[in-house]
Nanobody
Framework: QVQLVESGGGLVQAGGSLRLSCAAS????????MGWFRQAPRKERDFVAG????????TYADSVKGRFTISRDNAKNTVYLQMNSLKPEDTAVYYC???????????????????WGQGTQVTVST
């Protein structure tokens, strides 16, 4: 079981930026594919971005391509989500997730991830 703790959420105006962080409590962090998901009120939890063992392998939801960047620092057991040009429709609770893999790849499927953080609220005002 991996403990994941997100931070960095908050209230920001449209067009602004935020950087989310997710710290993982495992010595084998580099063997986990990591993902960010988000859930708006009364909606499903949707994929936002995923990364393999290193930043060289990553993928994004179409709605955030060109605005969000996922990255990881394996020395710090941390994955980040840099969010730029934020829009009101980005408002949601953002969750970090971890999936142990035996070869590097990313996943956009919620059910692949066996470890989840508690979430951090991001609110984008007009």
């Amino acid at each position: 079981q991996v403990q994941l703790v997100e931070s960095g959420g908050g209230l920001v105006q449209a067009g602004g930026s935020l950087r989310l962080s997710c710290a993982a409590s495992t010595r084998t962090f580099s063997r986990y594919a990591m993902g960010w998901f988000r859930q708006a009120p009364r909606k499903e939890r949707d994929f936002v971005a995923g990364v393999g063992w290193t930043d060289s392998l990553s993928t994004y939801a179409d709605s955030v391509k060109g605005r969000f960047t996922i990255s990881r620092d394996n020395a710090k057991n941390t994955v980040y989500l840099q969010m730029n040009s934020l829009k009101p429709e980005d408002t949601a609770v953002y969750y970090c997730a971890a999936h142990f893999v035996t070869s590097t790849y990313y996943s956009s499927f919620r059910n692949d991830y066996e470890n989840w953080g508690q979430g951090t609220q991001v609110t984008v005002s007009t």
